[in-house]
């Protein structure tokens, strides 16, 4: 069986203006619009990322996906800079690297990982 990969990543938002804003801001993902109420990231190299309209996100126990950042203390900022809150502070991860939790701003968690 070949390897299996996430393929796509989808998040629920209110705002898609503001959520794309959030992430553009976070992470430099340029949305485009794919249809109506959807936008879409797609860097051609196997990561996607889709915004879907919805009329409230149900925050709470979801799936987590976890973003690979180069510095875990400046992405933490960066979130609250832009409307995000801290949801788990740097936390070491053994012999790996560190994570941390954020909730954009409509109320998503997000994960971020930094390797050793």
Not at 80 to 92: L, M, Y
Request: avoid cysteine.
């Amino acid at each position: 069986m070949p390897d299996l990969l996430i393929a796509h990543v989808e998040i629920p938002a209110t705002d898609l203006e503001r959520e794309s804003l959030f992430l553009k801001n976070m992470f430099g993902w340029e949305f485009k619009p794919f249809g109506k109420g959807y936008l879409l990231f797609n860097n051609h190299k196997g990561i996607m990322v889709g915004l879907r309209k919805v009329d409230n996100v149900s925050t709470g126990d979801t799936t987590v996906f976890h973003v690979n950042i180069t510095d875990i203390n400046e992405a933490l900022k960066k979130a609250e800079v832009n409307g995000g809150k801290i949801k788990r502070g740097k936390t070491v991860i053994p012999a790996t690297g560190w994570y941390a939790l954020i909730s954009d701003p409509e109320g998503n968690i997000i994960g971020l990982y930094q390797k050793n």
